[in-house]
């Protein structure tokens, strides 16, 4: 499954699409120039359990990475994710 990023104003979106229906988002508010704050991650029933939600946030710390920007997670969901690596600690703002 390809994940697919897509922005409008400040609010963003890493999502899987499938038969031009999300079955899986985490959206993004940026917030100054150097921050994306993560609010909202949701994974159809269908795809509960194979990993899609951590591969969601892996898609959003990757693109961080590459535009020099840091993640602050308000999403239950992906704070867990960013919070339990020190993998993530470059990128991770709170």
């Known amino acids: 499954m ?3 990023r897509q922005e409008h104003g400040k609010q963003g979106a890493f999502f899987i699409e499938e038969n031009d229906e999300w ?3 985490m959206t993004y508010v940026r917030e100054g120039m150097r921050k994306i704050v993560i609010n909202h991650t949701a994974v159809s029933k269908s795809l509960k359990g194979k990993g ?3 591969a969601l ?3 959003a710390v990757k693109y961080a990475r590459g535009k020099n920007l840091l993640i602050k997670p308000v999403c239950a969901f992906a704070k867990k994710v ?3 690596s020190e993998d993530y600690e470059d990128v991770l703002t709170r």
């Open 52 to 54: 899609v939600g951590k």
């Open 2 to 4: 390809k994940i697919k």
């Open 23 to 25: 079955i899986a988002e």
């Open 57 to 59: 946030v892996d898609a």
């Open 82 to 84: 960013l919070e339990s």
